[in-house]
């Protein structure tokens, strides 16, 4: 009784899949494509053409390509090409730092704007802190992260981070007066002038602190190390703790009321928040656009090696275009879409907001003392 | 009638006959599905309706207040939460924030997504998303809302609950008349009325038990 007219509903695909379809034919008479093994099996190809994958399907979307590289047989090794593919297809769709709605913390009830202003500070002061003001900040940051993340979030996002700052802690430290700069001083040595040498320093105090070889760590080197890595700490982790506490929308408004200022200088506000807001949103949506792209590419189990270089890199060139060309073709559906939703233009629309919590007094008052205290610091050791 | 095309013509680049005289009638209050084979000119009609393409002849009649919802929900779903987005179809009225929390939940709980109101809208499922879709059309209290093939994309339990959201807003206060674009006959079970497009023209239109018998017998033949 029930029946659908066509078996293929799948054009979401279909249109990323008509220019490679042409193209895998085309690889097929030249003999350039490897036929698909007998062992793959059929289901999931057919599975994988009617689905859109989604984000929680890395593994399967992996195993799709190495089940094309295993059709090649045993003697094939992984290609370059082959490394780009896996890199799409093993990565999330999600961007990176996404807002977290639950649970709540303290963090979620501060207003944007604040927290906005919380990061320029951060950026221009911490820098030129004394360490153990950037320790202590760090300290805050982290016992921040961990209240307010799950432990599956902060966990690696930390780890990660401490990795990034442990390797630019040691590289600065290491670098930056393990070369000196061959300089010839224009003052004749002491020696020469028959003038006594300088008194050795009868403190504690070292400049060099480390030598050994061609490595010196030096006060400056690692002064300059800790700020560097602290520095860089600071401002991505806090970067991060404002995605993932705050909306993308009313981050956008936030900044829409910083740069508002601007509008007398003409600069078109609401269309830059407007674009804000609308690749925050997309983001997403080309990372998938993406992955559809490379997941055609793996299907095919295309034998890169047999290709060539240059005819690899045609098909890395026209999947391009493609993923331009689908990527304007959805564009002109948002707009559409945009329009039959009553959309004329940005200054003329508003963006609701804040529909469902409001900032809480306390929390603001928290923040903007802490904003005080650093901007206070910075003065005092300027 | 809730909604009415008359011998309505459409062309593409003005060589290919995509409609030619179509013509139908959707009664107030009811869920009209609108069934045919692909590239029979069921979008293209649903578009005309909606105001989006103007066609080349025939006149067609709609309330003021339409609400579309597009097969792909990726597409109309632009604003990074729920919250924000179902509220994007107010941005033109100028509320206070109150009425928008007040009509948003509505919208949200005729779909059944009033839990997802913080959700980021990029970790929703297919179905949600369309769901999420519809709340933003519903948001605008449309007298028609036009629905365009929303279930190409989703599986068995999601095309079940984007139906089931549909259906409620049908049968709800507002007594919304929703056209329902598909070439899936499973659907017809849940409509109240129904017609069948092919060659750019509608065939015939009556109960869904008529639409399909009618259309088993062509199919006999």
Known sequence: MLQRFHKHHCTHNAIAGTDQTSLANARWKQGLLQPKPATRPHTHQRCARSRRPTVGRPRALLGLLQAGRAGRGKGSSESIEDKVLSTFLSGSATPYSSYIADPRSFLHDVHPIIKQVWLVVVLGTAGRAPAAVQASLCLVTVLQTISTLPPRLWQPQLKRLGLLCTVILLFVCIGADSVPPKLQTRAPPPQVSGLPSLAASKGAYKHVLFHWGIFTITQRSLTLACSSASLTFLALQSASLTLTTTPSEEIALALQSLMSPLRFLGVPVKQVTLSVLLALRFMALVLEEMRNLALGLAMRGVDWKAMGPGSGLNVIVRLVGRLFSNLFRQSEAVAQALHARGFVSADEHTIYTGLLHKSRPFNNVICCSAIAGLLAQAFVHL | ?221
């Open chain 2, 1 to 221: 009638m809730a909604a009415t095309a008359s011998n309505v013509c459409v062309s593409l680049d003005g060589q290919r006959q995509v409609l030619s005289n179509a013509s139908l009638s959707i009664q107030k209050g009811t869920l009209h599905m609108l069934l045919g084979p692909n590239a029979c000119g069921k979008s293209t009609l649903l578009r005309v309706l909606g105001g989006l393409l103007k066609p080349d002849s025939g006149t067609f009649s709609v309330p003021s207040s339409i609400g579309y919802v597009f097969q792909n929900p990726d597409h109309q779903v632009v604003m990074p939460t729920v919250a924000a987005d179902v509220a994007f179809g107010l941005g033109r009225q100028k509320l206070p924030a109150a009425e928008v929390h007040r009509r948003v939940l509505e919208a949200l709980r005729l779909v059944g997504m009033e839990d997802c109101l913080e959700r980021a809208c990029h970790t929703l499922s297919g179905g949600q998303k369309q769901r999420v879709a519809i709340a933003g059309a519903l948001v605008q209290n449309p007298q028609v809302l036009l629905l365009d093939e929303l279930t190409t994309f989703l599986e068995a339990g999601d095309q079940a609950a984007v139906l089931t959201a549909v259906r409620a807003a049908v049968d709800g206060p507002q007594r919304v008349t929703a056209l329902w674009v598909t070439h899936r006959f499973e659907e017809l079970t849940r409509a109240d009325a129904a017609s069948f497009m092919d060659g750019g023209r509608v065939q015939m239109t009556g109960t869904p038990q008529n639409v399909l018998r009618r259309m088993h017998r062509m199919k006999g033949r």
